[in-house]
């Protein structure tokens, strides 16, 4: 693609002319695209997009039918993943998002919801308070909020172990899934534990919604903060981070690379990077013995790779790999590489579209009548059990006797 870019902006121009002197107009992205595949609008397909930002930066100029079609998109990435020539999407879209939130201002009502959803969901006490009083005032809510309104969680049959191992490794417990889903942190705990391995409480949100509301200085504070926190029990020998939303996985992966300019985190934040990991990916290198002894039940079940475990961590096939190790019967799902249409506040923001992403995702998963869904977000696990007539759980909760299902 060709580009003429004014130099005006030059500490983006360089990393944003690289990216899209390398689309070449085939298309092959738009197939793989959610948003263009459900309206058919080439304004709503990578391509398109792709154009919008170039536009936008080529003449300086903000049009404002941009910003819609911009906050259209998912931000899933398997536009990335297909593309042969290796565009790298999801950073020109933030570095495209950023320029237009820096040109044109958003209106009132929509600056004060995004504002809310960031002062809230990253402090798990206030989401404790606000779903207690939302689900009271339920009916009164607009339908946005109604449909995502958490459904009350299941309960947590055991604690974390007592029991201490040699082997330690840190645990990201998160913001929203302590909260919403408090099951998974302490069955990962409880699994590796099986394992010899004590998994240690790390708190914090990881950055990822003030990052994609474009707050990246808040974003940046929490990335400080929580390496900050991290830090003296990795330099005392945790292995490794371990993150069951690979969600927050993806966001913590690329703190190396947005503490880059930070002289005075840019190495540990590179440590830290080094160092997250998604459970499968450990216990891949495991002896699963252990954990195929405590579980006896194996259900039929639909597998759900969130975008984020597929095209941020590109692990791709790793936790099905792992689930058909131990014994799981998985069934085949039609397009798995296509988002639910949760992606991190998108339910709450473009709440019609993402409800008819979340139908079709559960139609396609609940096809082979499996016996229940499992998935490795807890955005994705909190938006599918919304519409899923079979249960939800974090595949982690399918290896702890304690969350398993019963037979
Ligand atoms: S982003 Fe990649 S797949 Fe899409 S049009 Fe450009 S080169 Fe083709
Ligand atoms: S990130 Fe997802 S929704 Fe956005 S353009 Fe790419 S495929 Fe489409």
């Not at 809230?120 to 005032?137: D, F």
């Not at 172990?161 to 913001?175: D, F, K």
């Amino acid at each position: 693609m060709q580009t003429s870019l004014p130099p005006s902006f030059l500490a983006t121009a360089k990393a944003a002319d690289a990216i899209l002197r390398k689309c070449v107009h085939c298309g092959l992205c738009t197939a793989s695209c959610r948003t263009y595949r459900l309206l058919g609008d080439e304004r709503d397909s990578p391509r398109g997009r792709i154009y919008l930002i170039k536009d936008m930066l080529e003449t300086s100029t903000a049009h404002p039918a941009i910003r819609q079609h911009l906050d259209r998109c998912l931000l899933c990435r398997a536009c990335e993943t297909a593309c042969p020539s290796g565009v790298e999407y999801g950073r020109l879209f933030e570095i495209g998002r950023q320029e237009l939130e820096q040109r044109s201002a958003r209106p009132l009502l929509d600056r004060w919801i995004r504002r809310a959803l960031r002062m809230t969901l990253p402090y798990p006490r206030r989401v404790q308070h606000l779903t207690r009083l939302a689900r009271i005032i339920r009916p009164l809510l607009p339908r946005n909020y109604r449909d995502n309104l958490p459904l009350a969680p299941p309960a947590v049959a055991h604690g974390w172990p007592q029991r201490r191992h040699r082997r330690t490794m840190l645990l990201l417990e998160g913001c929203v899934q302590p909260v919403l889903a408090p099951a998974i942190n302490t069955a990962a705990a409880r699994v590796f534990d099986r394992l010899g391995i004590t998994l240690l409480s790390a708190r914090g949100c990881c950055g990822a919604l003030s990052y994609h509301l474009s707050a990246i200085d808040e974003a940046r504070g929490f990335m400080r903060r929580n390496i900050d926190r991290w830090w003296p029990v990795l330099e005392r020998g945790a292995e490794a981070l371990i993150i069951t939303a690979s969600g927050c996985g993806a966001m913590v992966r690329d703190y190396g690379d947005l503490l880059r300019g930070d002289p005075c985190y840019a190495a540990k934040a590179e440590r830290v990077s080094a160092l997250a990991r998604d459970p499968c990916q450990v216990l891949m290198q495991e002896d699963l013995d252990p954990i195929r002894a405590a579980t006896d039940v194996r259900p039929r079940i639909a597998f759900h790779s969130p975008c984020t475990l597929q095209n941020a961590l590109k692990l791709t096939g790793v936790t099905e790999t792992l689930l058909q190790a131990l014994g799981f019967n998985l069934v085949a799902v039609q397009d798995p590489h296509l988002c639910c249409g949760s992606a991190g506040s998108y339910s709450i923001l473009q709440g019609s579209l993402s409800r008819r992403l979340l139908a079709e995702k559960v139609k396609h998963l609940e096809a082979l009548r499996p016996t229940l869904i499992a998935t490795a977000n807890i955005g994705c696990y909190q938006h599918l059990r919304q519409k899923a007539r079979v249960p939800v759980k974090h595949w982690i909760e399918l290896l702890d006797p304690a969350t398993a299902p019963a037979a």
